[in-house]
């Protein structure tokens, strides 16, 4: 049985082989089951790497090698099981990528230029790998889903440290914050809504909606584009951006509308079921002295109420705070560097500087001053702090720390699932990796896996 498994194999890796020949495709670098890996896809794959900010090592090209048979691995089993995705959350994916691309390289000229090729031709080559990282990554999310961690094993994972290696925990802050932007009145707001509407009349007059986009759009994530937002569903923007995008037919055209970002003009691109293609322009209105001096007021007034215990802060955040994310958690940040944990304890080292400076005086239970700030997007507000609680330095212990242990224990769980998921895998398919990477320690489990079927 294995010398016939050890003859088709033979015959596959010819036939992959014949065809990359034929097709005049470039070298094929690792062969897995009835899938190749050629050489461009691992180029490829590196200089999107090297784009994201990192130094050249070649020697990362053994990493992603094997995290393309992986995923290889995965999507082969995701036919089997029929797990897929759609060609709108492909889109959208690829749309999401391109941006962050553009904004690392500064700008769709200086991409393009590193790439060699246009944005458009580069969207084309990668949305094949992309659709099969999707479906991976679904297959993993199905391989793991029924993963649970009970107390016990929780107790179990901590007591498995040496007293000596428990992590130390640095200082961690609870922090409440009430977020308030001033509200322009509608004389104050005239002048932009007039500004975006001759935009609105330019279009309608025949002049090209990406063009005005590039030139006066004030969205810095889609106006290099022309306004293009790629595709999204319906959960992705604003209500009323919403509502505007999947009322229209392609090639129609939105009136002015305002949300919470500012004045909008929009325009759809494509609908594809519950996935809708757009570009907008965005004109931001801009604060005045008065409006400043309102939400200072308003935010004085509040602060007066919260210290002289007249309203909770929970309460106050939930009323008043313009903070969508916090709102309607009691006003309660969650650490974003762990959005799954959902907790609000955050470290010290991971706090807007300026919050910490404010924090790091104050006493557990104390509310601050309203103080004025100047948001990601350049916009300026007041904000009021409430520290709920501080927590010294110290060694990792259940009373304290037991959500962190939790999701360590969790992950090990679920990294152990995978890695049995794997092995399984491996021994019973055909894996080929060409030669000039057998100094990849990263690989020897692939290879060794392969071997020991040809047995």
Not at 235 to 241: I, P
Not at 303 to 311: D, F, H, M, R
Not at 378 to 387: A, F, S
Request: proline share 4%; glycine share 6%; hydrophobic share 35%.
């Amino acid at each position: 049985m294995k010398k016939i498994f050890l003859i088709a194999s033979g015959f596959i890796c010819l036939f992959l082989n014949a065809q990359a020949q034929k097709k005049n495709i470039d070298k094929v670098v690792a062969v897995l089951g009835s899938n190749i890996i050629l050489l461009s896809d691992l180029n490829q794959q590196y200089a999107q790497f090297l784009n994201s900010g990192n130094t050249d090592d070649p020697k990362v090209k053994c990493y992603i090698l094997q995290q393309m048979l992986a995923q290889k691995l995965l999507k082969q089993q995701a036919e089997i099981d029929s797990v897929m995705v759609d060609d709108g959350q492909v889109d959208e994916e690829v749309e999401k990528r391109m941006r962050y691309q553009i904004q690392r390289a500064g700008g769709q000229e200086r991409l393009e230029q590193f790439l060699n090729r246009s944005v458009l031709q580069y969207k084309d080559e990668i949305r094949p790998d992309i659709k099969e990282q999707l479906i991976s990554n679904k297959m993993q999310a199905k391989i793991t889903q029924d993963v649970s961690i009970t107390p016990l094993e929780v107790k179990k994972y901590f007591d498995g440290y040496q007293k000596d290696s428990l992590p130390d925990i640095p200082t961690e802050f609870e922090i409440g914050e009430i977020v308030m932007y001033p509200k322009l009145t509608k004389a104050e707001k005239q002048k932009y809504y007039d500004k975006i509407d001759a935009l609105r009349l330019r279009v309608k007059s025949g002049e090209d909606f990406a063009f005005l986009a590039k030139s006066y759009s004030e969205d810095p994530g889609s106006a290099a584009d022309g306004g293009d937002l790629g595709f999204f569903d319906r959960t992705r923007m604003v209500k009323e951006f919403t509502a505007w995008a999947f009322k229209l037919k392609p090639g129609e055209m939105s009136p002015v509308f305002e949300t919470e970002h500012g004045f909008h003009i929009l325009q759809v691109v494509e609908r594809r079921g519950e996935q809708v293609q757009a570009r907008h322009i965005l004109i931001r209105p801009q604060n005045t002295p008065s409006s400043l001096d309102r939400v200072k007021l308003q935010a004085d007034t509040i602060y007066k109420n919260l210290v002289g215990k007249k309203i909770p802060f929970s309460t106050a955040a939930s009323l008043y705070s313009d903070n969508k994310e916090s709102q309607y958690n009691g006003g309660m940040l969650l650490y974003a560097d762990n959005v799954t944990a959902r907790t609000t304890f955050i470290p010290a080292d991971k706090l807007d500087p300026k919050v910490f400076l404010i924090v790091d005086t104050m006493k557990v239970g104390e509310i601050s001053v309203p103080t004025l700030f100047t948001d990601q997007s350049g916009k300026d507000g007041y904000k009021i702090l409430y520290l709920k609680s501080k927590i010294p330095p110290h060694k990792g212990n259940l009373d304290q720390d037991y959500a962190k242990f939790k999701e360590k224990a969790q992950q090990e769980k679920t990294d152990k699932v995978l890695s049995e998921w794997f092995e399984k895998r491996r021994e019973n398919t055909y894996i080929r990796i060409d030669e000039d990477y057998d100094d990849c320690d990263e690989l020897k489990i692939w290879t060794a896996a392969s071997k020991s079927a040809k047995k």
